[in-house]
Protein backbone atom coordinates (compact mmCIF):
# COMPACT_ATOMS: atom_id res chain seq x y z
CA UNK A 1 0.00 0.00 0.00
CA UNK A 2 1.38 2.99 -0.51
CA UNK A 3 1.64 6.06 1.80
CA UNK A 4 3.42 9.55 3.13
CA UNK A 5 3.70 10.10 6.51
CA UNK A 6 5.23 13.46 7.23
CA UNK A 7 7.12 14.09 10.69
CA UNK A 8 9.07 16.77 12.50
CA UNK A 9 6.77 19.57 12.82
CA UNK A 10 6.32 21.70 15.77
CA UNK A 11 6.30 25.31 17.70
CA UNK A 12 9.26 27.35 17.20
CA UNK A 13 10.59 31.08 17.74
CA UNK A 14 11.15 33.52 14.72
CA UNK A 15 14.64 32.53 13.19
CA UNK A 16 14.38 29.06 14.18
CA UNK A 17 14.98 25.63 12.43
CA UNK A 18 13.31 22.63 11.88
CA UNK A 19 13.58 19.66 9.62
CA UNK A 20 10.59 17.81 8.61
CA UNK A 21 10.73 13.97 7.08
CA UNK A 22 8.24 12.47 4.53
CA UNK A 23 9.20 8.80 4.77
CA UNK A 24 7.55 6.58 1.41
CA UNK A 25 6.47 3.32 2.11
CA UNK A 26 5.14 1.37 -1.06
CA UNK A 27 6.95 2.88 -3.72
CA UNK A 28 10.62 4.14 -4.05
CA UNK A 29 10.94 7.76 -3.30
CA UNK A 30 13.52 8.19 -6.04
CA UNK A 31 11.86 6.82 -8.28
CA UNK A 32 9.48 9.55 -8.54
CA UNK A 33 8.87 13.76 -8.07
CA UNK A 34 8.38 14.23 -3.89
CA UNK A 35 7.00 17.88 -3.45
CA UNK A 36 6.17 19.46 -0.24
CA UNK A 37 3.46 21.97 0.42
CA UNK A 38 1.69 23.85 2.90
CA UNK A 39 -1.84 25.43 3.84
CA UNK A 40 -2.14 28.25 6.25
CA UNK A 41 -5.53 28.65 7.77
CA UNK A 42 -7.66 30.54 5.56
CA UNK A 43 -5.45 29.96 2.51
CA UNK A 44 -4.62 27.21 -0.80
CA UNK A 45 -2.55 24.88 -0.67
CA UNK A 46 0.68 26.13 -1.67
CA UNK A 47 4.20 24.55 -3.27
CA UNK A 48 6.69 24.88 -1.10
CA UNK A 49 9.73 23.13 -2.35
CA UNK A 50 9.84 19.83 -4.96
CA UNK A 51 12.59 17.54 -6.09
CA UNK A 52 12.48 15.49 -9.15
CA UNK A 53 13.19 12.23 -9.75
CA UNK A 54 17.10 11.15 -8.81
CA UNK A 55 17.49 14.17 -7.42
CA UNK A 56 18.24 16.26 -10.85
CA UNK A 57 16.42 19.25 -10.16
CA UNK A 58 15.18 20.52 -7.38
CA UNK A 59 12.41 24.07 -7.11
CA UNK A 60 11.35 26.34 -4.21
CA UNK A 61 8.55 28.87 -4.03
CA UNK A 62 10.72 32.02 -3.82
CA UNK A 63 9.02 32.75 -0.10
CA UNK A 64 11.73 29.99 1.21
CA UNK A 65 14.83 30.54 -1.76
CA UNK A 66 17.40 30.39 0.38
CA UNK A 67 16.05 29.40 3.24
CA UNK A 68 14.65 25.59 2.61
CA UNK A 69 16.37 23.08 1.48
CA UNK A 70 15.11 19.78 0.04
CA UNK A 71 16.70 16.20 0.33
CA UNK A 72 16.61 12.55 0.07
CA UNK A 73 17.71 9.82 1.90
CA UNK A 74 17.16 6.81 -0.50
CA UNK A 75 18.84 4.28 1.72
CA UNK A 76 15.48 5.89 4.27
CA UNK A 77 13.44 6.42 1.18
CA UNK A 78 12.64 9.62 2.91
CA UNK A 79 12.72 13.02 1.67
CA UNK A 80 13.57 15.79 3.99
CA UNK A 81 12.67 19.72 4.06
CA UNK A 82 14.94 21.43 6.38
CA UNK A 83 13.90 25.15 7.04
CA UNK A 84 15.97 27.40 8.69
CA UNK A 85 15.66 31.34 9.24
CA UNK A 86 11.99 30.32 9.94
CA UNK A 87 9.15 33.19 9.71
CA UNK A 88 5.26 33.78 11.10
CA UNK A 89 4.69 33.41 7.50
CA UNK A 90 5.51 30.18 7.07
CA UNK A 91 2.90 28.72 10.03
CA UNK A 92 0.68 26.07 8.35
CA UNK A 93 0.26 22.38 7.66
CA UNK A 94 3.16 20.75 5.90
CA UNK A 95 2.36 17.92 3.21
CA UNK A 96 4.64 15.68 1.29
CA UNK A 97 3.24 13.91 -1.84
CA UNK A 98 4.09 12.02 -4.73
CA UNK A 99 4.42 13.18 -8.16
CA UNK A 100 2.30 11.63 -10.91
CA UNK A 101 4.99 10.55 -13.20
CA UNK A 102 8.85 9.32 -12.99
CA UNK A 103 10.00 12.21 -14.57
CA UNK A 104 13.83 13.32 -13.63
CA UNK A 105 13.77 16.80 -15.13
CA UNK A 106 10.60 18.14 -14.12
CA UNK A 107 9.87 19.55 -10.25
CA UNK A 108 6.39 20.66 -10.14
CA UNK A 109 5.23 23.25 -7.53
CA UNK A 110 1.43 22.31 -8.83
CA UNK A 111 -0.63 20.33 -6.57
CA UNK A 112 -2.22 18.95 -9.67
CA UNK A 113 0.99 17.02 -10.38
CA UNK A 114 0.77 15.30 -7.10
CA UNK A 115 -1.28 12.01 -7.07
CA UNK A 116 -0.90 10.35 -3.08
CA UNK A 117 -0.56 12.77 -0.39
CA UNK A 118 0.79 12.36 3.16
CA UNK A 119 -1.62 13.42 6.68
CA UNK A 120 0.80 16.21 7.00
CA UNK A 121 2.36 18.03 10.04
CA UNK A 122 1.82 21.33 11.58
CA UNK A 123 4.51 24.10 11.94
CA UNK A 124 3.88 27.03 13.98
CA UNK A 125 6.07 29.23 14.30
CA UNK A 126 5.44 31.60 17.13
CA UNK A 127 7.12 34.13 19.57
Known amino acids: QLQLVESGGGLVQPGGSLRLSCTASGFTADSYTIGWFRQAPGKEREGVSS????????NYADSVKGRFAISRDNAENTVYLRMNSLKPEDTGVYYC????????????????????WGQGTQVTVSS
Open 97 to 116: AKGRYSNRWMAPLVATEYDY
Open 51 to 58: MSSLGRIT
